[in-house]
Structure formats: C-alpha cells, structure tokens
C-alpha cells in the first residue's frame, strides 16, 4: 500500500442540503441530538461529546447529502492535502473554528479535513451500571431510567414514551460507490484507512470494505467508513446512512426506539439487532427527507495490528440476531416510496434464501 498523504484521527459530522430545516429540527431532537447553533440558513446540532457539532444541514434547491468532515491530528496534514489537491486551507467559520481543507472523493461527496477546532463541553450523563448472570455489581440500587413509568405520558389518544435516546458523537458513514475498488483505494491513500473487512459478493469479487482509521497502538471504531458498491444499474444516490453512538448502554439505544415509535411520525428502516461486522447493537431511523441515520451502541474497537479479513456476502447481509435487514436499506429515497419498493422486492435475507438453494439444486444435479 502507498503511504497515504495524512491519517485522520476520527470523522467530527455529516453535511446536507435541505429545502426547509424547521421538520429536520423536530426529528434530530427526537432522535436524540441538541441544538448547538442556528441562523437563518443553517442548523448544527451536536451530542453529548465533544464535537462542537456532529451534524449540519443549510438550506439550498434540493435535499441532498453533501458530504463529511475529519479530523486532522496535525495542521501539515491539512498542508499535504491542499499540496496534493491544490486546494486552499480555509478558516473555519462554524462552530468550532478552526482550519480545513476540502477535497471531492471518487463520487463527488465532500471530504472536508479540519485541524484545531475548539472542543465543546461536554454533557455529563451518567452510566447505568448493568448486573448479568455471570457479574453482579449493583447492589441496593435500583434500576431506574429518566422519570421511569411516568415516562410513558398520553398525547392525544396515544401513549407516548418521551425519553428519547442521548446521542454522544457521529461514528461513522456509510456511501453507495459507482466503483467500491476506487473508492476503498482513495480513502486509504488520501485518507490514511485501513480495511477492516473486505466485502466479498457472491461472485467472489470485492463489493466494498469497512473501513476504520489507522491512529497505531490506539484502538478505533471497527469502521469510520463503509464503502459498497450496489449491484445492478440503479444508479443510488451516494449517501447510505449516517451512525451515531448513544451516550450509555443497550437501554440508551431501546428508549430511543421506543421514543421514536410511539412519536409515530417518522419511519423505521431497521432494527433492533447486533450487527456481525462491527458487533454493534443498531436501530435504523429515517428522517423525514428520507435519509438514513442510525443509533448503535457496543461496537468493535481495533487497533492498527490487526490484519484485514474477507467477509462473505453473508456475514455482510446478516445481522448476529434481529430482524431481516429490508431491500431499501443503504438506499435514500422518499418516504413515500419505501413501502412501494419493499413489497416489489424480497428482503436482502431472502435473496440470499434464493440464491443458496439455487446453488444447492445446481450442485446436487450435477453429482
């Protein structure tokens, strides 16, 4: 592998474009963010880390996913990148301040890479210390979340659960690729990552990779990146979905869920389930532009020792546990015709059903 021109430390937000913010502000504070800036053209919201923002969207002609900013460890970073690209460096004038520098990857998205930004304060919130069977340690404490059952309040005719998940910082990205190889090639040259799994379609040809940062004997996210290339001709807008870790445990995770359900306003992608590559336990929301984001919580950490693995079409597509992952998952699209594409289309699972006994029938005839 080439030396890459710098090595990101981490990925700080996501950046769209919407045709009104107001509908974007009710559901990212419903799904668990606060509001950290606003003015006239744009809203930051952040979490409870200490990214001053981890989310940005300004008003513009169309709604659409601009692109995501990282982390520079050191400012030369920023000046081998404007060398390499012959990109200026900037002053940041969001929050945060700040420099960066911005670079267009394979698919047109938007890499901004930002140095010396000011971190926020954090949000104190106080972990719950959970008993399993093989470990008991809370004793004469009980286990109590927000305003327990007077959590579950009546609005209208509905019984609403109104604590909502504490979302502490963005994790990671996940971008549909017109070419998987170009793309895992270029963030691992400009960008410093190193592959966690290379994912291996069913022809035996790479479909993509997770993709985490490379900070050496310092232990990462499984992935900072999932690039995939989508089969067939469909042309899918580049943005995936957004992940964001919750501040505590599974439970942070589950009142988000039950938060955003009986809110009954916006449509649940997938979930909940624990994810094979990455471990993390998920729950997939979209907003109400139909964009995807995501809560997860216990994820893999990995530091730069540890080798690239291949990873089946299986071990891509199936969760450890949950329910089947949907044919719309990864795929922007408005809301209105999620359910339309659904029922045209078997689950991801069951084409892997189709696919496996084809392949058994095939083999069986053929001895």
């Known amino acids: 592998m080439n030396t890459p021109i710098c090595k990101i430390a981490d990925i700080i937000y996501v950046r769209f474009e919407l045709v009104e913010l107001e509908a974007q502000k009710k559901y990212l504070n419903h799904f668990g963010m606060m509001l950290a800036h606003e003015d006239e053209n744009s809203i930051y919201f952040r979490g409870t880390g200490s990214s001053p923002f981890i989310y940005v969207a300004t008003k513009g002609p169309e709604n659409k996913y601009i692109g995501s900013a990282y982390k520079a460890n050191n400012f030369s970073d920023l000046e081998a990148l404007s060398k390499e690209f012959d990109v200026d460096?900037?002053?940041?004038?969001?929050?945060?301040?700040?420099?960066?520098?911005?670079?267009?990857?394979?698919?047109?998205?938007?890499?901004?890479?930002?140095?010396?930004?000011?971190?926020?304060e954090p949000i104190a919130v106080v972990s719950k210390v959970l008993n399993t069977g093989q470990s008991k340690q809370r004793e004469n404490e009980l286990q109590r979340f927000g305003k327990a059952a007077d959590e579950w309040q009546v609005h209208g005719d509905k019984w609403v659960y109104e604590l909502s998940s504490?979302?502490?910082?963005?994790?990671?990205?996940?971008?549909?690729?017109?070419?998987?190889?170009?793309?895992?090639?270029?963030?691992?040259?400009?960008?410093?990552?190193?592959?966690?799994?290379n994912c291996i379609g069913p022809d035996g040809t790479s479909m993509g990779a997770f993709m985490r940062c490379d900070q050496g004997d310092k232990p990462v996210d499984h992935h900072t990146m999932n690039n995939m290339g989508l089969p067939g001709e469909g042309g899918a807008l580049a943005y995936?979905?957004?992940?964001?870790?919750?501040?505590?445990?599974?439970?942070?995770?589950?009142?988000?869920?039950?938060?955003?359900?009986?809110?009954?306003?916006?449509?649940?992608?997938?979930?909940?389930?624990?994810?094979?590559?990455?471990?993390?336990?998920?729950?997939?929301?979209?907003?109400?532009?139909?964009?995807?984001?995501?809560?997860?919580?216990?994820?893999?950490?990995?530091?730069?020792?540890?080798?690239t693995e291949n990873s089946g079409f299986r071990d891509l597509a199936m969760a450890q546990y949950g329910p089947e992952v949907p044919?719309?998952?990864?795929?922007?699209?408005?809301?209105?015709?999620?359910?339309?594409?659904?029922?045209?289309?078997?689950?991801?699972?069951?084409?892997?059903?189709?696919?496996?006994?084809?392949?058994?029938a095939e083999t069986e005839e053929q001895s």
Not at 330 to 343: W, Y
């Open 89 to 120: 460096i900037v002053a940041n004038t969001e929050p945060g301040g700040g420099h960066k520098v911005t670079v267009i990857d394979p698919d047109g998205i938007e890499v901004e890479v930002c140095h010396g930004m000011n971190e926020a």
């Open 166 to 197: 504490k979302v502490k910082r963005l994790g990671h990205t996940a971008i549909n690729c017109k070419d998987a190889q170009a793309s895992v090639d270029w963030y691992a040259n400009v960008l410093g990552f190193l592959i966690s799994n």
């Open 240 to 307: 995936g979905h957004a992940g964001y870790e919750v501040q505590d445990s599974i439970d942070d995770l589950m009142a988000g869920h039950y938060h955003m359900k009986t809110v009954d306003e916006y449509y649940h992608e997938w979930g909940i389930g624990r994810h094979l590559l990455g471990s993390q336990m998920y729950d997939y929301w979209r907003d109400p532009h139909g964009f995807t984001h995501e809560h997860w919580t216990d994820g893999d950490l990995m530091d730069a020792s540890i080798p």
């Open 327 to 360: 044919n719309t998952f990864g795929i922007t699209m408005p809301i209105d015709q999620i359910d339309k594409a659904r029922a045209a289309h078997p689950t991801i699972p069951g084409m892997i059903k189709e696919m496996e006994k084809a392949a058994k």
